[in-house]
């Protein structure tokens, strides 16, 4: 197992985040909520009760994500805030403990948010907007600062997680309560 994904004594640490090795654990959440969703021709189709038990299970893992990520981005509020990363925010970027702070809150809610049926989309898109502004606005100009240097993969992968991050809670807000495409035409 890579140490990347491993849970040590030296991973957690009290002066760095413990939240490397959780990103595989949202991407649970999105598999589960995509196959829970399932179509006509899947073992398990939208509105029966396995697929239903997909979905809740898999949103329910994207909220507790969502939560610990939360916790994580007021803890260390000075690493690069919205995926699970032990990169310091650069020292150009403007107010980096508001940023944290902020995506935080919008995690924290956004977790909340999606156990309930009520708030479950908005919640979603909340959470889904941020974390696709986070790669516009942070890690975009992250990877231009480093796009000459050996860092350029590494800004590559920011944004790839972060994209894929928004994309696990846009689809979390997804789920078999809403209308299938064959109801709306109806």
């Not at 398990?44 to 239903?52: F, I, K, L, Q, V």
């Not at 909220?63 to 690069?80: E, N």
């Amino acid at each position: 197992m890579p140490a990347q994904y491993s849970i040590s004594p030296e991973s957690c640490r009290r002066d760095q985040p413990t939240w490397t090795g959780h990103c595989p654990f949202s991407i649970t959440g999105n598999v589960y909520v995509s196959r829970g969703l399932g179509d006509d021709w899947s073992l398990w189709p939208r509105g029966r009760p396995a697929g239903t038990a997909l979905i809740t299970l898999g949103r329910s893992f994207v909220a507790c994500i969502f939560v610990f990520y939360a916790v994580q981005h007021f803890l260390f509020p000075r690493f690069v805030p919205g995926v699970p990363l032990e990169k310091m925010t650069p020292a150009w970027m403007p107010a980096p403990v508001l940023l944290a702070y902020f995506v935080g809150i919008t995690l924290f809610v956004s977790g909340v948010g999606l156990m309930v049926r009520r708030t479950r989309r908005t919640a979603a898109a909340c959470a889904g907007t941020v974390l696709v502004l986070l790669s516009i606005f942070f890690y975009i100009p992250i990877l231009a600062t480093e796009i000459h240097s050996p860092l350029a993969v590494e800004g590559v992968n920011y944004i790839g997680d972060t994209l894929l991050f928004a994309a696990t809670a846009l689809l979390a807000g997804y789920g078999s309560e809403s209308p299938g495409i064959s109801e709306l035409h109806v």
